[in-house]
C-alpha cells in the first residue's frame, strides 16, 4: 500500500511539474491531473499484489479480494471524477444556458465620427505581426556579441509606449547548453519595432530577465506562476513593458462564469516582473492603465460570437437564423486614447462577402462597441488593393480600419516576397471599389481623398493642406482658359505656389519681397511637376476670400513679365 501511494506521489508530482495543471474544480485538466493518478494507484496495486500470487502466499479468490478491497475507494473516486466531469459539461453548454451565454459580452452602439477620430500618420500602424517579427529578427543579426548566445523569441505583443504603436518582445536563449551559460545574468535584453516607423532597436536592459517562456526549469514563467497560484487558471502570458521600459509578464486570469466549464471571462491579471520575478495579483478595475493585453481578441471574438448568435435563443442560432451575426475571420489593432483596442468584421450567419459592421473593443477594460458600416469583408477588400498592385505580386496585410474623411476606411499595408511594406492602399468600406494606392500613409490618403472627392463622396474642405510661410522670390503670371494665374516662389524653395486671381484676388498686388503665408495640397511624393495648385495666402494679415479650391489646368499661353521690385 505504502509503495503504490509513494509511486503514485512521484508520478504525480512529475506529471504536476511538466503539465502544471491548475488546481481548480473548473478546469478540465484537473480532471485528467486526478484520472491519472487514480490510474497509476491502480496499475501499481495490481502489479505489487500479483507478486503474491506468483509466489503462491494468496489463492485467486484472496488475491481478487485484496485487490477489491484496496482499489475500490479509487474506484469510487475515478466515477465520481467522470460524473462530476460529465454533468459539469453538459449544464455548462449553451442549449440549456444560451442567455447566459448571450450576456457575457455587453456592446453598445457607437457613433463612427465621434468616436474614432482622424489619427495622425505618427499613429498608424504600417506593420502586421510578421512583418514586425521578421524586421526585429533581422536587427538581432547586426548584434555580434549577441547572436552567437541569443535569438529573437518570435513571441511579440502590440502595446502603447509612450503613446506610439510598437511591438515588444523578449530575445530568447538561442538552445539548452547557452541557456546553461547565460542564466546566471538572465536574457540581457527586449526588442522593440516602431510600428509606424518601422525601425528595429534591441534595448539592453542593466539587469537581464530571469523570468521568460525560454527558461527550462523553476523561472519558466508559466511554472513560476503555477507554483505562486496553483489554484488560479491563466491564459498565455504576454509580454509587456511599461511607461519606463521595464519588462512585465501580464498573465490574465481566467474564470469559468457558467455551469462548471462555460464561459471564460477574465476576472483579473497577475503582473510578473521579468527580472526579478515579483508577482502581484490586480483584479480588473485595478490593472494599471499601462497594460494594454488582458483580453485576448481570440476571447473577445469568441464572446461576440456567442452574443451575436444566442441573441434570440438557441434554438434561432440554428433555425431561422433571425438577426445573427458572427465575427469576420481575423483581426487588428488600433490606438485610440493611450489603449489598444482590438477590431474585426461583423457579418451575418449565411458568411456572404458583406460586412455589416465592426467592433472595436479595449483590451485592458473589455469595453466594447459595434459601429453600423455596411460594406466589403476584409477579405475582399485585400483582394480589392492586391487587383490594383497585381503587376508587382504585392500581398495585403489584414485591413486596419481608419476614419479618413468621416469615411470608414481600410487601411491595408502591402508587402513583397520578404515580408517587407512597400506600399499602402486604402479602401472604401462601403464602395471597395474605391482604392487608392501610394508609396507612403501621406500620399496614400491624398490620392484616396482626392477619389472620394472626385465621386463626391467627400467635399474639398476635407482635402488635407499644409501651410508654408515665407519670403516672396518670384513671381510669374498666365492666363489659362481666360483666368489669370499667379506663380509665387518662396526664398529657399524650388516649388512654384498656383494661385488663381479670381479665387485670390490678393494675388495681384503681390511683389518680390512680400512676406506671406501660403494653403496648398501636401505634394504627391513621386510628382515630377513643381507646380502645387490649388493653393491660398495670406499677405500681412490680410486673408483673401474663402475660395473654392480648383486644381489649376494646363497653360494655353505664358507670359513672364519682368520680376517686380522688392517691396
Known amino acids: 500500500m505504502a509503495l503504490c501511494l509513494i509511486i503514485t506521489l512521484v508520478v504525480g508530482l512529475v506529471y504536476f511539474y511538466v503539465v502544471l495543471p491548475p488546481i481548480n474544480l473548473q478546469a478540465e485538466e484537473f480532471y485528467t491531473f486526478l484520472t491519472l493518478l487514480c490510474v497509476v494507484f491502480v496499475v501499481c496495486s495490481l502489479l505489487t499484489s500479483g507478486m503474491d500470487l506468483i509466489k503462491g502466499s494468496r489463492s485467486p479468490r484472496d488475491y481478487l479480494k485484496f485487490i477489491k478491497a484496496r482499489c475500490l475507494p479509487v474506484g469510487v473516486l475515478f466515477l465520481i471524477i467522470v460524473a462530476v466531469s460529465i454533468v459539469g459539461a453538459v449544464i455548462s453548454m449553451p442549449i440549456f444556458r444560451a442567455g447566459a451565454y448571450r450576456d457575457l459580452l455587453t456592446v453598445e452602439t457607437g457613433n463612427f465620427t465621434q468616436d474614432i477620430t482622424e489619427i495622425s500618420f505618427n499613429e498608424i500602424p ?47 536563449y538561442a538552445d539548452l547548453f547557452k541557456w546553461f551559460t547565460n542564466r546566471g545574468e538572465g536574457l540581457p535584453a527586449y526588442v522593440m519595432v516602431d510600428m509606424v516607423t518601422q525601425e528595429a532597436t534591441v534595448v539592453r536592459l542593466d539587469e537581464g530577465m530571469k523570468y521568460s517562456f525560454s527558461e527550462p526549469l523553476n523561472r519558466n514563467i508559466v511554472r513560476h506562476l503555477r507554483f505562486h497560484y496553483p489554484t488560479y487558471i491563466f491564459g498565455t502570458p504576454q509580454f509587456e513593458i511599461n511607461e519606463d521600459g521595464h519588462p512585465y509578464w501580464i498573465a490574465p486570469r481566467v474564470v469559468k462564469t457558467i455551469g462548471l466549464f462555460g464561459g471564460a471571462d477574465i476576472q483579473g491579471a497577475v503582473l510578473v516582473d521579468a527580472i526579478t520575478g515579483q508577482c502581484t495579483y490586480y483584479e480588473l478595475d485595478d490593472i494599471p492603465n499601462w497594460v494594454d493585453n488582458v483580453f485576448t481578441p481570440e476571447l473577445i471574438m469568441e464572446q461576440y460570437d456567442y452574443h ?27 490606438a485610440l486614447n493611450d489603449d489598444v483596442y482590438m477590431y474585426t468584421g461583423v457579418t451575418s450567419a449565411n ?52 476614419n479618413i474623411a468621416n469615411e470608414p476606411t481600410y487601411f491595408i499595408p502591402l508587402k513583397d516576397a520578404t515580408s517587407l511594406v512597400k506600399s499602402y492602399a486604402m479602401v472604401n468600406v462601403a464602395q471597395y471599389q474605391i482604392v487608392a494606392t501610394g508609396s507612403t500613409v501621406s500620399q496614400c490618403e491624398q490620392n484616396y481623398i482626392q477619389m472620394l472627392t472626385s465621386k463626391g463622396i467627400a467635399s474639398e474642405d476635407e482635402v488635407p493642406r499644409t501651410e508654408i510661410s515665407g519670403t516672396v522670390s518670384d513671381i510669374r503670371s498666365a492666363v489659362m482658359e481666360g ?21 485670390n484676388p490678393i494675388a495681384v498686388i ?11 495640397t501636401p505634394a504627391v511624393e513621386g510628382q515630377t511637376s513643381s507646380i502645387l495648385d490649388g493653393s491660398t495666402i495670406t499677405l500681412d494679415g490680410v486673408a483673401s476670400p474663402d475660395p473654392i479650391v480648383t486644381p489649376a489646368p494646363q497653360p494655353e499661353e505664358t507670359q513672364e513679365p519682368e520680376p517686380s521690385p522688392a517691396a
Open 483 to 503: 483666368n489669370s494665374y499667379y506663380f509665387i516662389q518662396l526664398e529657399g524653395d524650388p516649388v512654384y505656389y498656383a494661385l488663381s486671381a479670381a479665387e
Open 510 to 520: 503681390l511683389n518680390v519681397g512680400d512676406k506671406v503665408t501660403i494653403q496648398h
Open 126 to 172: 504600417t506593420l502586421d505581426r510578421s512583418s514586425a517579427e521578421y524586421l526585429s529578427d533581422r536587427q538581432m543579426g547586426t548584434l555580434s556579441d549577441m547572436v552567437s548566445q541569443f535569438e529573437y523569441s518570435f513571441d511579440s505583443s502590440q502595446i502603447n509606449y509612450q503613446g506610439r504603436p510598437v511591438r515588444v518582445a523578449p530575445i530568447a
Open 308 to 334: 451575436g448568435t444566442l441573441v434570440n435563443g438557441f434554438i434561432n442560432s440554428i433555425f431561422g437564423q433571425r438577426d445573427v451575426t458572427i465575427t469576420t475571420d481575423g483581426s487588428n489593432y488600433i
Open 351 to 402: 458568411a456572404d462577402q458583406s460586412n455589416l459592421g465592426f467592433l472595436l473593443s479595449n483590451q485592458r477594460t473589455k469595453e466594447t462597441k459595434f459601429y453600423s458600416a455596411p460594406g466589403a469583408t476584409e477579405a475582399a477588400a485585400e483582394n480589392s488593393a492586391e487587383g490594383v498592385v497585381q503587376d508587382l505580386k504585392y500581398t495585403a496585410t489584414f485591413p486596419l480600419l481608419l
